[in-house]
């Protein structure tokens, strides 16, 4: 059974800094990982998807990379700004959508002006 | 173009009732997943409906249930309403099956008094 960890559970950083959040998984026989951002009481955001054959996707000031052999994300936020306060999931694709997806409990992230 | 729309966004109900939450997928998009999110179990795979089928269901009781219609539109419905089953109902859309980028709407709130 698929399980996701992501560390740490919250982050407290001054604006203007880079940062890394982590995500890690147990089964690496998987489709796709997908990050997502979720603001308090509201859906999820897609940030970015990355197919089992990729190594990283980037997006404006997200970049995130996977290893798959070794079970592990990290989704990389340059420049943080107060508009990234949020919580950040990581997602795991492990049966091509049949199985849903398998989602780790988040990092809240806020990002002090 | 429209994002995914679930209805009603909230709702409050009484132990024992019944409940049926709707989501309408991104237009073209044929794979409707649905979650159940708590602060405590995080979020949580429901089911999955590709082509009016239901292709897999998560570990929740069989008072959980749901479908899909010709046009891609799904509702999910909760018999016998406990108040364990308070929690945000996420609906999340896909192109089609097999491991694609999943966009996710604003939810449903769903409060069992």
């Known amino acids: 059974k698929q399980e996701v960890t992501q560390i740490p559970a919250a982050l407290s950083v001054p604006e203007g800094e880079n940062l890394v959040l982590n995500c890690s998984f147990t089964?690496?026989?998987?489709?796709?990982l997908q990050w997502f951002r979720q603001d308090p009481g509201k859906g999820l955001t897609s940030l970015l998807l990355?197919?089992?054959?990729?190594r990283e996707q980037t997006s404006g000031r997200l970049n995130a990379s996977l290893d798959k052999s070794s079970g592990r994300s990290t989704l990389y936020i340059a420049a943080s700004q107060p508009g990234d306060s949020a919580t950040y999931l990581c997602?795991?694709?492990?049966?091509?959508?049949?199985?849903?997806?398998?989602f780790g409990k988040g990092t809240h992230l806020i990002i002090q002006p | 173009k429209a994002g995914v729309t679930q209805t009603p966004r909230y709702l409050i109900k009484t132990r024992g009732q019944q409940v049926t939450l709707s989501c309408s997928p991104i237009?073209?998009?044929?794979?409707v997943s649905w979650y159940q999110q708590t602060p405590g179990q995080g979020l949580q795979f429901l089911f999955e409906?590709?082509?009016?089928?239901?292709?897999n269901k998560g570990n929740f009781p069989g008072r959980f249930s749901g479908r899909q219609f010709s046009n891609s539109r799904s509702e999910m419905n909760v018999s016998t309403l406990e108040l364990g089953d308070s929690a945000l109902y996420l609906c999340?859309?896909?192109?089609?099956?097999?491991?694609?980028?999943?966009?996710f709407g604003q939810g449903t709130r769903l409060t069992v008094v």
């Open positions: 999340a859309s896909s192109l089609t099956a097999g491991g694609w980028e999943a966009f």
């Open positions: 089964d690496s026989a998987i489709y796709n």
């Open positions: 990355i197919q089992s054959s990729q």
């Open positions: 997602a795991v694709d492990s049966g091509g959508g049949a199985d849903g997806l398998t």
């Open positions: 237009s073209g998009h044929r794979s």
């Open positions: 409906y590709f082509s009016e089928t239901q292709r």
